[in-house]
């Protein structure tokens, strides 16, 4: 998939805002394999903002990387509400970062049920003293991974405006 002109116009929009809030971030993706974090360091200059980023494409690594607990994963599945919450807290706990954002989906074309079709995803995004935000979508079974994995990279990252300016 490439990275299309809103995606990097959309990176450039919020690595300004956090310049001027003087925040850092960290990602940490499953469905979208690091296209959060590799639009935004597209950018040159990203450096002073994105501090890091985790592609935790399996349950293990959810679980070994940000500290997902098991029971979780087990109880709920990778693509929930209470998976990408543990993802985007255990991702603030691990790093330096003021802001983190997870995402956990299913991307297609394959891979969904009748309970977690094609298309859902769950965004968490965490910042320390705030309560966590959580948004699920459903972009639809009839959207092409490339469309889910994109419309995810965009809803993170409003996500993640939301908490830079956040009181």
């Given at each position: 998939?490439?990275?299309?002109?809103?995606?990097?116009?959309?990176?450039?929009?919020?690595?300004?805002?956090?310049?001027?809030?003087?925040?850092?971030?960290?990602?940490?993706?499953?469905?979208?394999?690091?296209?959060?974090?590799?639009?935004?360091?597209?950018?040159?200059?990203?450096?002073?903002?994105?501090?890091?980023?985790?592609?935790?494409?399996?349950?293990?690594?959810?679980?070994?990387?940000?500290?997902?607990?098991?029971?979780?994963?087990?109880?709920?599945?990778?693509?929930?509400?209470?998976?990408?919450?543990?993802?985007a807290v255990g991702a603030l706990s691990r790093c330096p970062a003021n802001v983190t954002v997870a995402i956990t989906g299913i991307a297609g074309p394959g891979?969904?049920?009748?309970?977690?079709?094609?298309?859902?995803?769950?965004?968490?995004?965490?910042?320390?003293?705030?309560?966590?935000?959580?948004?699920?979508?459903?972009?639809?079974?009839?959207?092409?991974?490339?469309?889910?994995?994109?419309?995810?990279?965009?809803?993170?990252?409003?996500?993640?405006?939301?908490?830079?300016?956040?009181?």
């Amino acid at each position: 998939m490439t990275i299309t002109p809103e995606i990097i116009q959309q990176a450039e929009e919020l690595l300004a805002l956090y310049r001027r809030f003087r925040l850092t971030l960290a990602t940490v993706e499953s469905c979208t394999g690091g296209l959060a974090a590799g639009a935004l360091t597209a950018i040159p200059g990203s450096s002073d903002v994105v501090d890091r980023a985790w592609v935790t494409y399996s349950n293990r690594a959810k679980h070994e990387m940000v500290g997902v607990p098991k029971e979780t994963l087990e109880r709920f599945g990778a693509v929930s509400e209470q998976t990408a919450r543990a993802m985007a807290v255990g991702a603030l706990s691990r790093c330096p970062a003021n802001v983190t954002v997870a995402i956990t989906g299913i991307a297609g074309p394959g891979g969904g049920t009748e309970d977690k079709p094609v298309g859902l995803v769950h965004f968490a995004a965490a910042r320390e003293g705030r309560e966590t935000l959580h948004v699920e979508r459903r972009f639809g079974e009839e959207s092409s991974r490339d469309a889910i994995r994109a419309a995810s990279v965009l809803q993170a990252f409003e996500l993640l405006r939301e908490m830079a300016v956040a009181d």
